[in-house]
C-alpha cells in the first residue's frame, strides 16, 4: 500500500508560480517513476509531467518550460514548479504512483 499527500497548491494571478509537493509513504521502491496529473472542471484527468527512475522528466507539451517536476529521493517527496501560470493550468493536481493516487490539491490561475 502507497500513501500520496499533495500539497502546494492555492490562488495565482496569471504570470505567478506555484511549488506542488507531494510526499510517499509506504512500500515502494525509492526510484519508481512518480508523476504529477491534473484535472480541470468538466474534463478528464490528463498527464502533466513524470520523473524517471533515472531523474529523466517528461512533460505534456503544454507546459513544456513553464514547469520543472523533480524528486528528493531522501524525503520520498516529489515537486511540481511551475512558472508563468495561465488560466488554462487551474484544476486539480494530482500526485500518482503506480495505480496509486494522492487526494490532490487545487490549483487557480485568474486572468
Known amino acids: 500500500q502507497v500513501q500520496l499527500v499533495e500539497s502546494g497548491g492555492g490562488l495565482v494571478q496569471a504570470g505567478g508560480s506555484l511549488r506542488l509537493s507531494c510526499v510517499a509513504s509506504?512500500?515502494?521502491?525509492?526510484?519508481?517513476?512518480m508523476g504529477w496529473y491534473r484535472q480541470a472542471p468538466g474534463k478528464e484527468r490528463e498527464f502533466v509531467a513524470n520523473?524517471?527512475?533515472?531523474?529523466?522528466?517528461n512533460y505534456t507539451a503544454s507546459v513544456k518550460g513553464r514547469f520543472a517536476i523533480s524528486k528528493d529521493n531522501a524525503k520520498n517527496t516529489v515537486y511540481l514548479q511551475m512558472n508563468d501560470l495561465k488560466p488554462e493550468d487551474t484544476g486539480t493536481y494530482y500526485c500518482?504512483?503506480?495505480?496509486?493516487w494522492g487526494q490532490g490539491t487545487q490549483v487557480i490561475v485568474s486572468s
Open positions: 509506504g512500500s515502494f521502491f525509492r526510484f519508481e517513476v
Open positions: 520523473i524517471a527512475n533515472d531523474g529523466r522528466p
Open positions: 500518482s504512483l503506480r495505480d496509486f
